[in-house]
């Protein structure tokens, strides 16, 4: 469970901006993985947002990313809100079976920060 059963979940437009993939936020692909790092900005959440089908090229180019709002990002997908309040270093999946957010257990740093 992800928070005490009766407890409502706090408003997301309090948490701040985050980083999204061009995947996410333009093409509009599902988010099928997402982190939460140190916050590198006042204002930031910490969250990283993405398709998951990225290629190398375009993880390391910054034109392929933009800064949103996290509302902006749950707007799109509502299934990631009761995941927001996840510490930092959290790292979750999509389950294709369950269509449900996993923690990850294998990935690898793509160097955003």
Do not use: K, N
């Not at 992800?2 to 995947?23: F, K, N, Q, Y």
């Not at 809100?81 to 079976?97: C, K, M, Y």
């Amino acid at each position: 469970m992800l928070l005490p059963e009766g407890r409502l979940l706090p408003h997301v437009t309090d948490l701040g901006g985050c980083i999204a993939s061009h995947r996410v936020m333009v093409d509009r692909a599902p988010i099928r993985w997402m982190y939460r790092s140190h916050p590198v900005w006042p204002g930031d959440s910490g969250w990283r947002f993405f398709s998951g089908d990225e290629d190398d090229a375009d993880m390391v180019d910054p034109d392929c990313f933009g800064i949103y709002a996290v509302e902006a990002i749950t707007a799109f997908d509502p299934s990631i809100v009761p995941w927001l309040f996840q510490p930092i270093g959290s790292t979750l999946e999509r389950d294709e079976a369950t269509q449900g957010f996993v923690e990850a257990v294998a990935w690898r740093s793509v160097g955003l920060r």
